[in-house]
């Protein structure tokens, strides 16, 4: 049977448009063999929407404001509500490391500030969703 | 002479030699190419007493949370010593959208002030001098500075005496991903309205101010950033030739400039002395303008966020001062230095005053400003400044080639440029070619201490919404219809919409209001960046 790649949405919720960070993790995600699906901005309710379209294992958010608490419970409110409360979230940006307890208590799987090695992204990624493929298995 | 096998490059990629000499710059002539500030081709400065004559202005790019707290925020500004105001709009505000749209929930207070209607700018002004002070407000073309317009006659002052910039930039606002906005031919038709508005009405204004700033950070060379910059210059310039409603000497005439001040200290400086001598030469021998007003080159830098890093934040201050520096031997007339926690959240007090401090020790403790353009006549930034022109009008050329630069922002070429320079220089920090100290060059493995960080006020939507349902209780409803309807009436006959658009505002018609109208004719821009 052929392998599944694994796919992953990356999005921006909110307004805010700095969009570099979002582009070059898709990319750093896709050269390392994951399916990427790009959604630049989006509202938290398009996201999960898009995520139950695209049947994704992954969903990755970059913000670089600081109002991702709103947004990111907001996101996550609409995976679960879309039945899509399984998937793997990561999210990119300028996050305060006193909000990393209260962001993983939410659901969020890791934290990736500015500076990160895109090759930790990668490997974070890998080793996760590896790991969910054998629980299932 | 030593030689290693490393090539040393620029942050641009120019090969740097070892050590110049004469030979390098024996092409340079100096009565052509460099001659005296103040005169042309203004190499060496736009004013012939430079900073002995007038110290560059002090402004920093600040709002935050609501009207109330950022006017709070101006004043100790202003007590502080502060010679500027500069406005930042949150992020609801550079979308256009209203705090009370749905859409914009999360975003209200954030990354600056909202600014929804001209009770919202009379707030933040409330107190404020403005008839003293000069305020730049980073706004996309006109609607927020007709605010400030009306304000000010509200207040009895003449707009013909205020003093101010208004960003009104098409490279800087297409280059973030903003919705609601115009495509570009849009932007170009109400930034080129708005310029020739105040060419009448507000002399003293400058209705520009071309921003390579947001690109130069995205990883644009300088070559690049300057070509960008003066592309977007001249497709300003060749619409009001095909407008020819006002004469291109008094289009021009105020035209200023923002650009970045990024690491590599003898490129920055060289860049900016270019970049002076490069808008002679399209004022003087493009447009054969002959008033040397037009051709000077009046540049705002700001240390770029790009460099500023999240791990041990306060080595930011460090680049920042660096950064400032060059801004200084490269002759700005206006510096924004941030704050040291950019790359970790909106500045705290602290940080404001360092950036403050950092101008000021600058100015009156390092001499630096004892003498014009200091580093001219050395062989290296000569040269230096001579192979960026050359690269820079060979950028100019490629995209004039392709129609001007309204053109190539909508056919997303611009954009890719973006995203490979974007792509590139994340690829060149992870190969450590771009060495990041405290990132990729000597990390510390744990961090070593923390910084207090600025927290918005997760209130101010809610204060915002609510002070938006009044005023759309108190207004005269059907004077606000009125004035939107001719907005869409000018708008669509093509007449210059700024009188119809002070109108709107002093009908207290909303930034949202006013923004759907430019949508209903002109529809929405897509952003042309999608992964």
Request: hydrophobic share 40%; with cysteine.
């Amino acid at each position: 049977m052929a392998e599944k790649k694994v796919r992953v949405l990356m999005a921006k919720p909110g307004l805010e448009g700095h969009w570099v960070g979002l582009v070059v993790v898709s990319k750093a995600l896709r050269d390392a063999g994951f399916e990427v699906i790009y959604g630049g901005n989006m509202t938290p309710a398009m996201i999960a929407k898009t995520a139950v379209q695209e049947d994704v294992d992954v969903v990755g958010l970059s913000i670089l404001t600081a109002n991702y608490m709103q947004l990111v419970s907001e996101t996550l409110k609409e995976l679960r509500n879309h039945g899509k409360g399984d998937v793997l979230v990561l999210l990119g940006g300028t996050i305060f490391e006193d909000d990393f307890p209260a962001l993983k208590e939410m659901g969020v799987a890791g934290i990736f500030i500015p500076g990160t090695p895109l090759e930790d992204i990668v490997e974070f990624v890998r080793k996760q969703t590896s790991q969910v493929a054998q629980e299932v298995s | 002479m030593t030689q290693t096998k490393e090539q040393h490059l620029s942050a641009s990629g120019i090969p740097i030699k070892e050590i110049y000499t004469p030979e390098d710059a024996k092409d340079i002539s100096y009565e052509k190419d460099i001659g005296l500030a103040g005169e042309p081709p203004f190499t060496r400065g736009v004013y012939r007493s430079m900073y002995r004559g007038r110290l560059w202005t002090i402004r920093r790019l600040t709002g935050f949370n609501t009207p109330e707290d950022t006017n709070k925020l101006y004043r100790q500004e202003y007590e502080l010593g502060q010679t500027g105001f500069s406005v930042a709009p949150d992020i609801t505000t550079c979308v256009g959208m209203d705090c009370d749209d749905p859409r914009v929930s999360a975003d209200v207070g954030h990354s600056g002030v909202p600014l929804c209607s001209i009770e919202d700018m009379e707030t933040a002004f409330d107190g404020l001098p403005i008839e003293k002070v000069s305020t730049y407000l980073a706004e996309k073309h006109g609607i927020q500075t007709a605010m400030y317009f009306v304000m000010a006659e509200k207040r009895g002052v003449d707009i013909r005496e205020l003093r101010g910039t208004t960003a009104n930039d098409m490279l800087a606002w297409t280059c973030v991903n903003l919705s609601n906005q115009v495509p570009p031919q849009g932007y170009l038709r109400y930034a080129v309205d708005f310029i020739e508005w105040c060419s009448e009405f507000a002399p003293k204004w400058y209705p520009v101010s071309f921003d390579s700033y947001n690109a130069r950070d995205i990883g644009v060379n300088a070559a690049q950033e300057l070509g960008m910059l003066f592309a977007t210059a001249i497709q300003y310039i060749e619409e009001e030739k095909q407008r020819g409603r006002v004469p291109l000497d008094r289009f021009v005439r105020r035209f200023s400039f923002n650009t970045a001040a990024h690491n590599d200290l003898f490129e920055e400086i060289a860049k900016l002395r270019a970049a002076r001598r490069m808008w002679y030469k399209i004022i003087r021998e493009r447009y054969g303008i002959d008033d040397p007003r037009c051709a000077q080159f009046r540049v705002h830098v700001q240390s770029s966020g790009s460099t500023h890093t999240t791990q041990e934040p306060l080595n930011n201050l460090m680049r920042i001062a660096y950064q400032v520096l060059a801004g200084v031997l490269g002759g700005a007339q206006s510096i924004h230095a941030n704050g040291y926690d950019e790359g970790v959240c909106l500045p705290t007090d602290q940080s404001m005053l360092l950036s403050i401090r950092t101008e000021q020790i600058l100015q009156y403790e390092t001499n630096v400003t004892n003498t014009i353009d200091p580093l001219g006549g050395s062989w290296y930034v000569e040269s230096l400044t001579d192979e960026l022109e050359r690269r820079t009008w060979e950028y100019i050329q490629k995209i004039e080639d392709m129609g001007g630069m309204a053109k190539a922002i909508a056919s997303g070429w611009v954009h890719n440029e973006y995203k490979k320079a974007a792509i590139e220089r994340a690829r060149k920090v992870t190969s450590g070619e771009v060495p990041i100290v405290g990132v990729n060059k000597f990390r510390a493995e744990k961090e070593p201490y923390k910084v207090p960080i600025f927290r918005p006020d997760p209130q101010s939507a809610q204060i915002q919404i609510k002070k938006l349902k009044r005023l759309r209780k108190k207004r005269n409803s059907a004077k606000v219809a009125e004035a939107l309807q001719k907005l869409e009436e000018v708008t669509r006959r093509g007449e210059n919409v700024m009188p119809a658009t002070m109108e709107a505002v002093k009908a207290y018609a909303t930034l949202g209001e006013i923004v759907n109208v430019q949508l209903k004719v002109y529809g929405e821009w897509p952003f042309p960046i999608a992964g």
